[in-house]
């Protein structure tokens, strides 16, 4: 069966419409009158379909889109296919937030398990919500409106389930969790505190101020994964994020939207990988490493502790440092760098109060 989603769309929309509400200028070959049915990635969008681009990085996304209509800034506009119409402006991160706020009016705030009167019994469970055999759920725990949890699975006392959420069989969500807009596999363990399907980091900066994205995405997790204590996954912003099978993530580990983790991954605990982001299948990341936004980390590399990645990390390579780089290149600098403080004819200028000789 497939998966309802979790915010109800609005529209269509008239193409004039969508350029007045977001406040851009319709191109002078564009039909008002289009119908605009839902709001898509430049990989994703078709015909009916809105997108957008703001990056330099999704250009080549951008000239192969079969969208209806695209928000672009001008310097863009040439790049678009000719079956696509413009809505230009100035700002299309913001456009695009006003645009998804348009064909989902609710997604500014999170579903999570409906009002108090709408559960029953002690442990708080929705009666649309189905549980099947041998579910455990405990104490003071929160099962939502259209909730399914497989066979032989725990809600742990405190826990929160939110609406539509599914969870697969064994599985197991620790004491006050929060598992909201996400898709759970089986034999999947998330332990306490961990927070999974809240909004991604989205906002669309200005000088008048930060618009807030909203993020309609979800949070899949595949079968096997192990999620380590006070952990964060956010859902994506139009895509979903997802944890692949197998993969086991340490405590404190924070996974922004729309970042896609391979199977069977190691990421070691305070590590944090920001939007956009892709890693390979056995991926190993060190404690406290950092990824900036849309990197792609080639399947097999492994990533030293308190390293930041920059850049994207070739398949089976091993990296390290700030920025992160080969592990014989990093090693080669820390040793001339060593050897050249050592040194004692190079005066360095510590400014004052320093500890120099």
């Known amino acids: 069966m497939e998966h309802p989603g979790f915010f109800d769309r609005a529209g ?22 289009a119908e605009i049915l839902d709001v898509r990635p430049l990989d994703d969008a078709a015909a009916g379909h809105l997108s957008f681009v703001d990056n330099p990085k999704y250009l080549t996304a951008l000239e192969k ?26 700002e299309p991160y913001r456009g695009f937030a ?26 708080g469970v929705h009666p649309s919500a189905v549980l099947e055999t041998n579910v455990t759920v405990e104490p003071g725990a929160i099962v939502g409106p259209e909730v399914h949890v497989g066979k032989g699975s725990t809600i742990a006392a405190g826990a929160v389930v939110g609406y539509r959420v599914h969870i697969g069989r064994d599985s197991y969500v620790g004491p006050n969790a929060s598992v909201t807009h996400a898709l759970i596999g089986n034999n999947v363990v998330i332990h306490a505190g961990v927070a999974i399907g809240q909004d991604g ?12 994205v909203p993020q309609i995405g979800r949070v899949v997790i595949q079968d096997d994964v192990e999620i380590g204590a006070n952990s964060t996954v956010d859902r994506g912003a139009l895509r979903d994020t997802i944890i692949g099978e197998g993969t086991k993530i340490d405590n404190l580990v924070q996974i922004g939207h729309n970042v896609i983790v391979g199977r069977h991954c190691i990421i070691v605990s305070q590590t944090g990988i920001s ?3 892709e890693l390979g299948d056995f991926v190993a990341l060190g404690g406290q490493v950092g990824v900036v936004g849309h990197l792609k980390i080639g399947a097999g590399a492994q990533i030293a502790g308190s390293s930041n990645v920059r850049g994207d990390v070739p398949a089976g390579a091993r990296w390290g440092g700030t ?35």
């Open 12 to 33: 269509p929309f008239a193409l004039g419409l969508v350029a007045e509400t977001v406040g851009a200028e319709l191109g002078a070959n564009a039909d008002p009158s």
């Open 65 to 90: 889109t079969t969208a209806a209509a695209c928000i672009v800034a001008p310097k863009f506009v040439r790049k678009l296919p000719s079956g696509t119409a413009a809505l230009t402006m100035r």
């Open 98 to 123: 006003s645009a998804i706020a348009l064909f989902y009016p609710e997604s500014l705030r999170s579903k999570t398990a409906g009002p108090a009167e709408d559960a029953t019994g002690a442990v």
């Open 201 to 212: 980091f989205g906002f669309a900066m200005g000088r008048e101020g930060h618009m807030k």
């Open 275 to 277: 939007g956009s982001s």
């Open 323 to 357: 920025p992160a780089k080969p592990v014989r290149l990093w090693f080669r600098e820390l040793t001339l760098l060593r050897q050249l403080a050592e040194r004692k004819d190079v005066k360095i200028d510590q400014g004052e109060g320093g500890d120099g000789e």
